[in-house]
């Protein structure tokens, strides 16, 4: 992890935003601001992402969240929503207009192919690729494509793609590339280095890590950040609140320091699982040695999210595995510091997992701070059942 990078978490870059030494920031929770004469109001409603008019647009606490969020990205700017599908609404509402086309890469976050069914209502068509050698990318590129959509490492089965031969891809034709980091969070990946032009975050997963607040985050260049901005963002709405920033400047405090542990306890379990019987293969970039020059080029670390695939694909023994776990609990979201437990399995869907080349016995497993030889006894003991 990069030094700078681990003191713009602990707030070392915040001097100027906290006053009387205050250790930390102030929660500014106000909903307007009041402006001396209603000339300076007006100059500040003109340019409303520069001045804090009104919390649905800028505020300062948020404000200071997007400041190290950027500079951890390596971006000009950011922008903070009230989800990650704020994040990811904002990002397609802004960057598309009717008869536009989207090729997602990858496996990607499910809601996020949601929208993108939903925006076939106004005119924007999208195709998936699941197959990631040049040619086939290719082949999915039409004169209409406005957005390649890409994950790395992929939602579920956490496979990479060449971020570089991509971002090439596209820039040879003018298509604008978007990336979900939120596995890696920016401190093992930073996609804008790598030339990618837009990096969304949900920020509810490491970078909160408590479980305990809803977020999302853009990073992209001052130009493109703005027409997000007032085409999306301050039309919809998604507006992050000023405590949610907070908690989330609170949750980067420990970032670097969960994530080690996470990472490095998240690997000793897929080595304890790639080796056990009941086990058909772990999904892992640790476990892809075709990818180890990915790995080496693109991630600084590995994260604590990860799958395994049961050498089953009967939902009943996904469902008995699940249940015999104890320190994992069985919830959605992830990245938090208690362990939890998911299947894309939900007894019914088995042909349309097979479809998306998600194999109907996957178990998804969050790392939590528990850690590693709890974890790893844990599983032992759910897998002997
Ligand atoms: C959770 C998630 C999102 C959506 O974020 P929310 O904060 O839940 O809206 C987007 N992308 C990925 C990869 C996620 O896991």
């Not at 870059?13 to 205050?22: H, L, M, N, R, V």
């Not at 499910?110 to 999208?126: D, I, K, N, W």
């Not at 401190?187 to 999302?216: C, F, N």
């Amino acid at each position: 992890m990069d030094v700078r990078d681990i003191q713009i978490c602990l707030g070392h870059d915040e001097s100027g935003d906290t006053p009387f030494g205050a250790s930390t920031p102030p929660i500014f929770e106000t909903a307007s601001f009041r402006y001396p004469s209603f000339q300076s109001l007006l100059d500040g409603l003109a340019a409303e992402h520069a001045h804090p008019v009104y919390s649905r647009g800028q505020n300062p606490t948020v404000e200071v969240l997007e400041r190290k969020l950027a500079e951890l990205e390596r971006g000009e700017a950011c922008k903070c929503f009230a989800s990650g599908m704020g994040a990811i609404h904002a990002a397609l509402m802004g960057l598309l207009e009717h008869g536009d086309h989207v090729v997602t890469l990858n496996q990607i976050y499910g809601p996020t192919l949601q929208a993108l069914e939903h925006l076939q209502r106004f005119g924007v068509s999208h195709d998936r690729v699941l197959d990631l050698d040049p040619e086939a990318i290719e082949r999915a590129l039409t004169p209409a494509t406005k957005i390649l959509w890409i994950e790395s490492p992929g939602t579920m089965t956490f496979r990479q793609l060449d971020i570089a031969a991509v971002v090439d891809l596209a820039r040879a034709r003018g298509i604008t590339t978007v990336m979900d980091n939120s596995w890696a969070t920016p401190l093992l990946q930073k996609p804008l280095t790598m030339g990618v032009d837009v990096v969304v975050h949900s920020a509810s997963k490491y970078i909160g890590g408590h479980d305990d607040v809803v977020a999302g985050a853009l990073v992209t260049r001052r130009e493109l950040l703005q027409q997000i901005y007032y085409r999306a963002y301050l039309l919809g709405g998604a507006a992050l609140g000023p405590f949610e920033a907070w908690l989330l400047i609170r949750g980067l405090r420990t970032l670097p320091a969960r994530l080690e542990q996470q990472g490095r306890d998240a690997s000793t379990l897929a080595r304890f699982l790639s080796e056990h019987a009941r086990v058909r293969r772990v999904f892992h970039p640790e476990h892809r040695p075709e990818e180890a020059e990915l790995t080496t080029r693109q991630l600084a670390g590995v994260s604590g999210l990860f799958a395994f695939e049961l050498d089953t694909e009967d939902f009943e023994e996904v469902r008995r595995t699940i249940d015999a776990l104890r320190l994992f609990k069985p919830a959605v979201s992830w990245g938090g510091v208690g362990s939890v437990v998911i299947s894309p399995n939900r007894g019914s869907n088995e042909a349309e997992l097979r479809e998306k080349r998600i194999p109907p016995g996957l178990i998804r497993l969050s790392v939590g701070l528990e850690g590693a030889e709890s974890l790893v006894a844990d599983l032992e003991t759910a897998l002997a059942q």
